[in-house]
């Protein structure tokens, strides 16, 4: 399978805990986003990597989210200390470089805060 | 701040017929456009993408771009009750996409 993974699907967290979401890109793809969705709402941008190098971070995105990219292939998304606001669909993505702007979706993770 | 605008809808299109969804943008500047169509519960799919002004047919879908309007549009003749779900606008600002809201599409037998 050639496409974008997601894992887990699913998380349900109690208020106040971490969780960490992890993506494993199309392989030849270089450029990986986060995104973050709610019902009735298109993808919100959080963080954009191309390889290792996160190039930018929304400016909407609290300090309690981070991101790695390590060796420039899968990535992690952790967050802090969750709210019950932060209870959405995370979405990973991928594409090509600079030409292809083509993006291709994981399944997603479904966070729920309690 | 750059905005893609779509009528949330939702939008009640019998079956057979075809369906019209519309989407504005603000940046003047952005070169491609792409549809996603996104299921319940589900991440969104690329169906169709679009960098010339004019139409681009993909079998029972077609992409229209006009860029001196900042005007794209989906059509999807013969509709199928499959097609029921949220067609998402996006477009392409620099190295990222801004994304419109979506509009719910319901295919009624």
């Known amino acids: 399978d050639t496409g974008v993974s997601q894992d887990p699907r699913h998380k349900i967290t109690k208020r106040g805990q971490n969780v960490t979401f992890r993506c494993d890109p199309i392989s030849e793809h270089n450029r990986l986003y986060w995104y973050r969705q709610t019902l009735g709402q298109g993808p919100e941008f959080l963080t954009y990597f191309q390889n290792e190098a996160q190039l930018e971070k929304s400016r909407l995105l609290s300090d309690r989210f981070s991101a790695e990219r390590p060796k420039g292939s899968f990535s992690t998304l952790e967050i802090q200390r969750t709210e019950q606001g932060d209870s959405a669909m995370y979405l990973c993505?991928?594409?090509?470089?600079?030409?292809?702007?083509?993006?291709?979706f994981g399944s997603g993770t479904q966070l729920s805060v309690l | 701040q750059k905005e893609v605008e779509q009528n949330s809808g939702p939008l009640s299109v019998p079956e057979g017929a075809i369906a019209s969804l519309n989407c504005t943008y603000s940046?003047?500047?952005?070169?491609?456009f792409f549809w996603y169509r996104q299921y319940s519960g589900k991440s969104p799919e690329l169906i169709m993408s679009i960098y010339s002004n004019g139409d681009k047919e993909d079998g029972r879908f077609t992409a229209q771009l006009n860029k001196a309007s900042q005007y794209v549009s989906l059509l999807i003749r013969d509709s199928q009750p499959s097609d029921s779900a949220t067609y998402l606008c996006a477009v392409a600002s620099n190295y990222q996409l801004i994304w419109g809201a979506g509009t719910k599409l319901i295919i009624k037998p």
């Open positions: 940046d003047r500047g952005s070169q491609s």
């Open positions: 993505a991928s594409r090509r470089g600079v030409g292809n702007e083509k993006l291709f």
